[in-house]
């Protein structure tokens, strides 16, 4: 007699039409393996490294974060066998930094976690043109030399160590207008809406917006990450993630047209200063 089949589990057809777009971004923007899983353990908590293991919540976050890598948004519909679900694909051209970290695999300790965001944090701020997980490593190794050799990879870090170069980090946010608090108590919601004033006034300072004010970064918010009235301190931290990458997309463009190399806080005491 032959064995009774246990019944099919129930297609989630938000799940497979999530899977399906977030693989598609993957695709167009090119993102080494390595980033990839990187970004999935990161909304995940370090739970998993796959996009099928995610909640749809959680999954969703994913979506969101890709697009704020420079995606322009198209609803397709893929249909399911009940009902059809809303996917998204990247239409418009893809930044050259989408895939930043490179091939060196990546530290995930909390240390590691916030020294990299602090990096790409001064990228976005015009400070660091390169911000890919070797010239943060390089940078690193500079801040724990002893005696001519320092630390080359992030996983090898003590915790002193680690307080070093996060506190170099945190100096050099100063040094540019970046005044990052401590993020324990918040989670880093208020350097990242600092991060955003700081990059909206580096905007300013080279001409590329000609108000300088918050209310005009609160104009500019509406229709970028959301589609209704908004304002800095009301941005979930995945929005701050998203706005950070287009405004940093934006000073970066800026600083090419006006052939400015980073740091720009450099460039801009060098102009005061004449």
Not at 40 to 58: K, P, Q, V, Y
Not at 158 to 176: F, K, M, T
Not at 244 to 273: C, F, N, V, Y
């Amino acid at each position: 007699m032959a064995a009774k089949r246990r019944p099919a589990k129930p297609k989630d057809p938000l799940r497979s039409a999530q899977i399906k777009a977030i693989h598609a971004m993957k695709r167009e923007l090119a993102l080494p393996d390595d980033s990839y899983r990187a970004v999935i353990s990161r909304h995940s908590e370090g739970r998993t490294e796959s996009s099928a293991d995610l909640t749809n919540a959680e999954r969703a976050d994913v979506l969101a974060y890709l697009r704020g890598l420079g995606a322009g948004r198209v609803a397709a519909r893929a249909s399911g066998r009940t009902h059809s679900a809303k996917v998204y694909r990247l239409v418009t051209p893809v930044p050259a930094e989408a895939a930043r970290a490179g091939d060196r695999p990546l530290a995930q300790t909390p240390h590691a976690r916030k020294i990299r965001a602090m990096w790409l944090s001064l990228f976005h701020l015009g400070e660091v043109s390169e911000p890919s997980e070797d010239a943060l490593a390089a940078f690193v190794e500079r801040q724990t030399r002893v005696d001519g050799r320092g630390i080359e990879a992030l996983q090898w870090l003590s915790a002193e160590q680690s307080r070093l170069v996060i506190e170099a980090l945190r100096a050099w946010g100063d040094r540019c207008g970046w005044h990052a608090p401590d993020s324990r108590k918040d989670g880093g919601m208020a350097a990242k809406r600092a991060l955003l004033k700081a990059i909206w006034k580096a905007l300013a300072a080279i001409g590329a917006v000609t108000i300088e004010h918050e209310w005009a970064l609160d104009g500019w918010l509406q229709g970028r990450v959301s589609p209704h009235k908004t304002a800095v301190d009301l941005l979930t931290s995945a929005k701050l993630d998203q706005a950070a990458e287009q405004l940093g997309q934006w000073l970066r463009t800026a600083m090419a047209k006006r052939d400015i190399e980073a740091p720009l806080s450099a460039h801009l005491r060098e102009r005061a200063a004449k």
